[in-house]
């Protein structure tokens, strides 16, 4: 997997967690489906090839200006989330917790 590959990875996990909490459709819904495609069509076609730089570090402005609003809302809200040595088990958790009801701190 080169680093291209990775960070399409990546943001299709961010935009499937941002979607998960905030559309609520269990799956990607239609409008980040069209959003992660668009972002995976751009980072495909980016112009430096193998030395592309990360999306948010380049200063090639290739995103249409509501892509990258969208983009960057998804970045700023689902990069917190994201920092775990297992971040599948945390979503998991985090669903977990919802369906079974909030716990009472001690
Ligand atoms: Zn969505």
């Known amino acids: 997997m080169d680093h291209t590959e990775r960070e ?4 299709r996990r961010m935009i499937s967690i941002h979607c998960r909490h905030n559309h609520r459709q269990g799956k990607l819904c ?3 489906r069209k959003l992660f495609e668009y972002a995976e ?3 495909k076609k980016c112009r430096f090839g193998k030395d592309k730089p990360a999306c948010s570090d380049c200063k090639v402005r290739c995103y249409k200006m509501d892509m990258r609003t969208k983009v960057r809302n998804v970045v700023r809200f689902s990069r917190p989330r994201m920092f775990s040595t297992h971040p599948v088990d945390v979503i998991q958790h985090m669903v977990d917790r919802k369906t079974s009801g909030r716990k009472k701190m001690p």
């Open 30 to 32: 239609p409008d980040c």
């Open 8 to 11: 399409i990875e990546t943001l």
């Open 41 to 43: 069509e751009r980072m």
